[in-house]
């Protein structure tokens, strides 16, 4: 089993619509989870954190956490064309020191 | 947040030779991270570079094909060695980052594009 698990898309959306990114992960004592945004051609990019169990947002963007399920998910609220990359779902690994462990990310299109 | 400057941005190299990427941080760091992103993948973790101290290296990833150097706490420089066809990626390098506003975690350099010939 993977220690973080994408689906890998294509996920394509209508401009304006929502995006809805899933992830799930093995490690049950993991304490942070991170969503990057990657255009093709560039470094990953920080959109969000989160936490703790619950719902976070931060304009058009949510990030949901569920510790018990194991899961983490990313809304895009109001999809754009410039939204459309590779989104990469990272999780804080223990291991005596912090490292992160990267999904293998879903591409999302998003048409106008 | 911190703003890490990294070196080359590309390169195109002949097989069994040795290309040296450099990382350069604007605040004193704990911790950096290198990693790999081969053509279409994920990112995967080489290994962690903590000042005065020999590198961790993960599963899969040696010192002798990646020999990493942290001799301060604002540099690092980790070396592709013997170099392959199978080698061409991108390789970055990270902080973790604390930053000062609502958003915390871990900035990536540049990458550096190689190219293995």
């Known amino acids: 089993q993977k220690e973080v698990e994408q689906n890998s898309g294509p996920l394509s959306v209508p401009e304006g619509a929502i995006a809805s990114l899933n992830c799930t992960y093995s490690?049950?004592?993991?304490?942070?989870f991170f969503w990057y945004r990657q255009y093709s051609g560039k470094s990953p990019e920080l959109i969000m954190s989160?936490?703790?169990?619950g719902d976070k947002e931060d304009g058009r963007f949510t990030a949901q956490l569920n510790k018990a399920s194991q899961y983490v998910s990313l809304l895009i609220r109001d999809s754009q064309p410039s939204d459309s990359a590779t989104y990469l779902c990272?999780?804080?690994?223990?291991?005596?020191?912090?490292?992160?462990?990267f999904g293998a990310g879903t591409r999302l299109a998003v048409h106008p | 947040s911190a703003v890490i400057s990294q070196k080359p941005s590309r390169d195109i190299c002949q097989r069994g030779t040795s290309l040296t990427i450099q990382c350069q941080v604007d605040?004193?760091?704990?911790?950096m991270f290198w990693y790999r992103q081969q053509p279409g993948q994920s990112l995967t973790l080489i290994a962690t570079?903590?000042?005065?101290?020999?590198?961790?290296?993960e599963s899969g990833f040696v010192i002798d094909k990646f020999p990493i150097s942290r001799p301060n706490l604002t540099f690092s420089t980790l070396t592709v060695s013997n170099m392959s066809p199978e080698d061409s990626s991108i390789y970055l390098c990270?902080?973790?980052?604390?930053?000062?506003?609502?958003?915390?975690?871990?900035?990536f350099g540049s990458g550096t594009r190689l190219t293995v010939v």
């Open positions: 605040s004193q760091v704990t911790m």
């Open positions: 989160i936490y703790s169990n």
């Open positions: 490690d049950r004592v993991s304490q942070s």
């Open positions: 990272a999780v804080n690994s223990r291991g005596g020191y912090n490292k992160l462990i």
């Open positions: 990270s902080v973790e980052d604390p930053g000062q506003g609502a958003v915390d975690g871990y900035t």
């Open positions: 570079a903590n000042q005065g101290s020999e590198a961790t290296y």
